[in-house]
C-alpha cells in the first residue's frame, strides 16, 4: 500500500529535550515536506526537500533541521523544542513536478511543556 | 495578511443539503487551485484540483475558481455525514512550487 509513514503519532516532551519525528515514503518520490498545522492557522510548511541531499527551507524554518540522505526518509529534528513548538505535524511527499498532489502522513501530536 | 483566508466555521448543515465553501487569495500570481479533505485524526487528501478560472465537476463535487476577483468555491451536493470534515483550499504558483494553504473550514452534516 502507498503510504507516508510517521512516528511517534503522539509525543509529550520538556523543553529543551531534543527529538526527532521520522518520516517514511514507498513511493518513491523525490519531493518531501514538514508542515505544521495549529488553529486558525491551517498548514504551514517547515521545510522541503526536492531530492536527496537538497533541502530548503519553508515559511516557518525557526527552530528545526531536516535531513534528507535517503530518498524515502525525511526526518524533522527539533534541537532543543520549545512549548512554542507545541503543534501537529505532518510529513508528504510527491513526484517533484505535482507539488499539487502530495500524500500526507497521519501526523503528529507534539506537545512541549 | 495571510496570503489565503477561509472561513474557520464550524458550518453546520442537515444531511442531504448543499454545502458552499470558499476562499479568497491575494497573490494573482497563484496559477493552480486545490481542496484537501481532512478527516479529524487523519492527514489532507487531495479532494479537486483546478487549472485557471472556470469549474470543474467530480461526482457530488463542484470546484469554482474565479481569478478576476480571487475567489475559490467547493461546492457539495447531497451531503453525508461522511462529509463532515475539515476542508482545505491551497494554491500553487507553478508546478513543483510549495503549497500556500488556507486555513481550513470545519463542515458538520448531521443525519
Known amino acids: 500500500e502507498a503510504q507516508v509513514t510517521q512516528n511517534p503519532r503522539y509525543l509529550i516532551t520538556v523543553t529543551g529535550k531534543k527529538l526527532t519525528v521520522t518520516c517514511s515514503q514507498n513511493m518513491n518520490h523525490e519531493y518531501m515536506s514538514w508542515y505544521r498545522q495549529d488553529p486558525g492557522l491551517g498548514l504551514r510548511q517547515i521545510y522541503y526537500?526536492?531530492?536527496?541531499?537538497?533541502?530548503d527551507k519553508g515559511d516557518v524554518p525557526e527552530g528545526y533541521k531536516v535531513s534528507r540522505k535517503e530518498k524515502r526518509n525525511f526526518p524533522l529534528i527539533l534541537e532543543s523544542p520549545s512549548p512554542n513548538q507545541t503543534s501537529l505535524y505532518f510529513c508528504?511527499?510527491?513526484?517533484?513536478?505535482?507539488?499539487?498532489?502530495?500524500?500526507f502522513g497521519p501526523g503528529t501530536r507534539l506537545t512541549v511543556l | 495578511q495571510k496570503e489565503v483566508e477561509q472561513d474557520p466555521g464550524p458550518l453546520s448543515v442537515p444531511e442531504g443539503a448543499i454545502v458552499s465553501l470558499n476562499c479568497t487569495y491575494s497573490?494573482?500570481?497563484?496559477?493552480?487551485f486545490m481542496w484537501y479533505r481532512q478527516y479529524s485524526r487523519k492527514g489532507p487528501e487531495l479532494l479537486m484540483y483546478t487549472y485557471s478560472s472556470g469549474n470543474k465537476e467530480d461526482g457530488r463535487f463542484t470546484a469554482q475558481v474565479d481569478k478576476s476577483s480571487k475567489y475559490i468555491s467547493l461546492f457539495i451536493r447531497d451531503s453525508q455525514p461522511s462529509d463532515s470534515a475539515t476542508y482545505l483550499c491551497?494554491?500553487?504558483?507553478?508546478?513543483?512550487?510549495?503549497?500556500?494553504f488556507g486555513g481550513g473550514t470545519r463542515v458538520l452534516v448531521k443525519p
Open positions: 526537500s526536492m531530492n536527496v541531499e537538497v533541502t
Open positions: 497573490n494573482s500570481a497563484f496559477q493552480y
Open positions: 508528504a511527499s510527491s513526484p517533484p513536478r505535482d507539488t499539487d498532489t502530495q500524500y
Open positions: 491551497a494554491t500553487l504558483k507553478a508546478a513543483g512550487n510549495k503549497l500556500t
